[in-house]
């Protein structure tokens, strides 16, 4: 999927400007409003963002890994919920486009690229959240159908989602469907249980889902009779595109408490100098920038192998991993640098610090990327010793 390098560096620059003129400025009060960005999910639509990783052929814009990674950070940059509009909707029709029979690629790529459906992703329950493979949610085959019964959790994009991956057990294992719906609160036997409030990550929806008889055909099983007992295999390989997203959108966040760190730190001045000149502050914003060119380094790694199509499980790992635990001390260090202002609502560093702990928990937490790293690591030493 490799496009032009000045293309791909036009589509970013494209939408680090927008950011900075349209999102940075109102951000701050959409999220304390919990509002979504109606406005901006548009504008998004316009840049054909949804179809930022669908081949062109089915309408998409066709990007390489590593520019819509950069999309992503520049999305966060200014409002890290607008790049969390777009990640799960990415997963599940990058899911289709990989695993989906033609007919399913036709039918919904083109409008999922478009933005006119949304999507989520469904792999999480009340009590299967890093222990995937204790999924309770049941596909009960009827002839050519399937009955779906069971609670979904932490489903963010949920309601406003046409499109689902949902994982369920099924008599092969666990199986992902791709399931069909009308947006909104309930639909044929799918409802909107209950909507989570979230200490950030605010302004898009993130629901607790229940299916109740629910009956999808059986051309809803992703990868066909092939895919039955496949789904795990297939939403986990999912979760390496999402890991780099993930680990883009903590450098984003981390970039913006530096940028915002450094501005104060020029203006405010104490004992007659701006405190930048004092060593204790400029050694913080030192190691703020370390941390933050590694990060830039890890995401860029991971999407280098992610795009030669190998297996790029301990890269996105290793990415997610550090660029998440720096944004969370990045947004610790630029609040504590604004002082007492950094506690109030006037600056938006409370904001980052309060979305970016979100990162060190989706798409499987950082204890669990430890676990995946090291078995990587072992599974690498053996081939290799
Ligand atoms: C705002 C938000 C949005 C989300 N959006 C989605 C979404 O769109 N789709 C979706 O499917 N999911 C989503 N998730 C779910 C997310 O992926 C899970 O919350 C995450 O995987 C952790 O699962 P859990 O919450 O059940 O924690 P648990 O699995 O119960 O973990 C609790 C603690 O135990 C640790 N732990 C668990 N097992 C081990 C182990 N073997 N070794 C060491 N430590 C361990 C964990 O690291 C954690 O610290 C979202 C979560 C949040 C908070």
């Given amino acids: ?42 504008d998004m639509r316009g840049f054909g963002l949804f179809g930022a990783r669908i081949p062109e052929e089915y309408g998409g814009l066709g990007l390489d890994t590593l520019t819509y990674a950069r999309l992503m950070e520049e999305l966060a940059y200014g409002w890290m919920s607008l790049s969390g509009v777009v990640n799960t909707h990415t997963i599940t029709a990058t899911l289709i486009a990989r695993h989906g029979d033609e007919d399913m690629k036709e039918r919904l790529l083109p409008r999922l690229a478009e933005g006119e459906l949304r999507a989520a992703f469904s792999l999480s329950e009340p009590d299967a959240g890093s222990d995937t493979a204790s999924i309770r949610c049941r596909a009960a085959r009827d002839g050519h159908e399937y009955v779906l019964d069971g609670t979904k959790m932490w489903v963010t994009n949920g309601e406003r989602a046409a499109v689902l991956s949902v994982a369920a057990r099924t008599d092969e294992g666990v199986t992902c469907f791709i399931v069909e719906k009308e947006p909104g609160p309930s639909f044929d036997g799918i409802t909107v249980s209950k909507h989570i ?25 992703l990868g066909g009779a092939a895919g039955l007992g496949q789904g795990l295999r297939y939403m986990l390989g999912g979760l390496e595109l ?8 903590a450098l984003g966040v981390a970039r913006a408490a530096y940028d915002a760190a450094m501005r104060y730190a020029h203006e405010r001045e104490t004992f007659g100098t701006p405190i ?13 920038a370390t941390r933050i060119e590694a990060s830039r380094l890890l995401v860029e790694s991971a999407a280098a192998k992610y795009e030669a199509g190998q297996r790029a499980d301990v890269e996105a790992g290793m990415a997610k ?6 944004a969370l001390e990045v947004a610790t260090e630029a609040m504590r640098i604004h002082g007492g202002y950094g506690y ?11 979305d970016a702990p979100l990162m060190i928990i989706g798409e499987g937490t950082n204890e669990i990327q430890r676990i995946v790293i090291a078995r990587g690591l072992m599974r690498r030493w053996a081939e290799e010793h």
């Avoid at 009060?29 to 960005?37: C, G, N, T």
């Avoid at 409030?197 to 099983?221: F, I, W």
């Avoid at 999402?242 to 959108?249: F, M, T």
């Avoid at 991993?321 to 720096?326: D, I, N, R, W």
Wanted: one cysteine or more; a negative charge; aromatic letters at 10%.
């Fill in 242 to 249: 999402g890991r780099i997203n993930i680990a883009a959108r």
């Fill in 197 to 221: 409030d979230k200490l950030g990550y605010r302004g898009l929806e993130t629901v607790e889902m229940t299916y109740t008889g629910h009956r999808v055909p059986e051309s809803a099983v």
């Fill in 276 to 288: 930048v000149r004092h060593q204790a502050i400029a050694f913080k914003l030192a190691d703020m």
């Fill in 1 to 42: 999927m490799a496009v032009d390098a000045d293309v791909s560096a036009q589509i970013v620059a494209t939408i680090r400007d927008w950011v900075r003129k349209e999102v940075v400025p109102g951000a701050s009060a959409l999220e304390h409003a919990d509002e979504f960005p109606v406005k901006w999910v548009d």
């Fill in 321 to 326: 991993l550090f660029c998440s635990e720096t």
């Fill in 344 to 354: 109030t609502t006037e600056f938006p560093v409370e904001r980052y610090f309060r």
